[in-house]
């Protein structure tokens, strides 16, 4: 557990500029603790001072700007959180969800929204997220409604990003037997406006989650970091609907990343809205065509239970020791607009599998990189 003044080191910690979770996790190995951490980041923010952080064995130094998050805005925080029924829960809390503590960029802290009895009992039943298409078919919608609906009554919590679309049907679905909005701006920004009512009965009958402070709104960058969320907190991830280039499908890699499994709804093939999932179905992901599939799929749950909170070393216990720039260097030298499969990437430049995966998805999130059926990857060509 950590001491009062732990937290209020890690809170402010995290809410200074320029500092995200991959820089927090890499900065805490070296210095130990959030408060000794924050006794040097003025120094190194107001003398601009190269920082140097060992990556198995070797060093890299970069200038690093900081500024520091003001007592007053930490104490606003409190006050509009307090406010709404909110809550601060840090990495090693109990409320922290048990499944995202073992990727590989997991959030030192989140804002939850919820009752806290019932967020438990969310976390001792099986938890599957369900993503798909913003601009989604009147008939997806209504099947993942539904779906939705069958696997909640069935003791599932559904989990999705309260976004239009898929999202919104997800949670109507699962809203009276449990569900989770996980949303990529602060706890009380609700995007789109259209999903302020769904918003408020979430918040009176589930669990809304954030990692951006309060009062954040959403940006384009934000999202990436909410679908690792959703995709880190379940055992496994529905897409219903997605396009070839969607931010479900991005969601659905981090998914299998993580080792947890990939569902699809297969789609009529000549709808736009259909060729991601059809891709996915090509490539391995688990025909969905009614909620008896999924629900087969849970009872395995023990296994996969023991699988990726068991024989897995928890985050904290390994947290990342390697240099994922330097890694994706790596990468863009090896590759050209010729594909060539993650094997022999990782065989061609000797980096271990997961820091190759971590850099390939950072990689893909920027458009620098295409991910193509079989494996392969290739560069992302201008134009």
């Known amino acids: 557990m ?27 190995e070296v210095y130990g ?34 500024k520091l998050c003001s007592d007053e805005d930490i104490k606003e925080e409190f006050a509009a959180l307090k406010e709404i029924g909110g809550r601060i829960v840090f990495f090693e809390d109990e409320l922290y969800p048990p499944l995202l503590r073992n ?57 999705s990003g309260l976004a239009r679309g898929i999202d919104a049907n997800a949670h109507l679905g699962s809203l009276e037997n449990g569900t989770i909005a996980v949303v990529a701006g602060g706890i009380n920004v609700v995007y789109p406006q259209e999903n302020a009512q ?16 309060y009062d954040t709104a959403p940006q384009p960058h934000f999202f990436p970091r ?16 997605a396009a070839a280039q969607s931010g479900s499908l991005i969601t659905a890699r981090m998914a299998l990343e ?14 736009p809205r259909s060729v991601g999932c059809n891709t996915l179905l090509k490539e391995g992901a688990i025909l969905v065509q009614g909620p008896q599939d999924v629900l087969d799929y849970v009872e395995n749950r023990k296994i996969m239970e023991k699988s990726l909170l068991e024989s897995r070393e928890p985050f904290a216990a390994r947290i ?31 980096v271990p599998p997961q820091e190759v995966l971590a850099a390939l998805l950072k990689l893909e999130l920027s458009n620098r990189i295409v991910r193509l059926h079989g494996q392969k990857v290739c560069l992302m060509l201008d134009g």
């Open 2 to 28: 950590l001491s009062k003044k732990e937290k209020l080191a890690r809170l402010k910690i995290m809410r200074s500029e320029a500092i995200g979770s991959s820089t927090f996790w890499n900065f805490l």
């Open 33 to 66: 603790s959030g408060e000794k951490l924050l006794k040097v980041l003025p120094t190194l923010y107001n003398s601009h001072i190269k920082i140097s952080i060992k990556y198995d064995g070797s060093s890299d130094s970069s200038l690093q700007h900081f």
């Open 103 to 159: 990727i590989p960029d997991p959030p030192p802290l989140l804002t939850l929204l919820g009752e806290k009895s019932r967020i438990l009992d969310f976390y001792n039943r099986n938890i599957i997220s369900v993503v798909g298409s913003r601009n989604s078919s009147i008939h997806a919608n209504k099947f993942c409604s539904n779906l939705c609906s069958e696997l909640s009554r069935a003791n599932i919590v559904i989990v």
């Open 198 to 213: 769904l918003y408020k009965e979430i918040a009176k009958k589930g669990c809304i989650i954030a990692e951006m402070p």
């Open 226 to 241: 909410r679908n690792r969320i959703i995709a880190g907190i379940s055992y496994g991830t529905i897409v219903v609907e």
């Open 258 to 271: 993580y080792n947890r499994d990939v569902f699809a709804v297969p789609g009529f093939p000549l709808d």
């Open 320 to 350: 990342s020791d390697y240099d994922v720039e330097r890694t994706q260097g790596q990468i863009m030298k090896s590759l050209s607009s010729v594909p060539i499969t993650i094997d022999e990437l990782i065989a061609a430049i000797k």
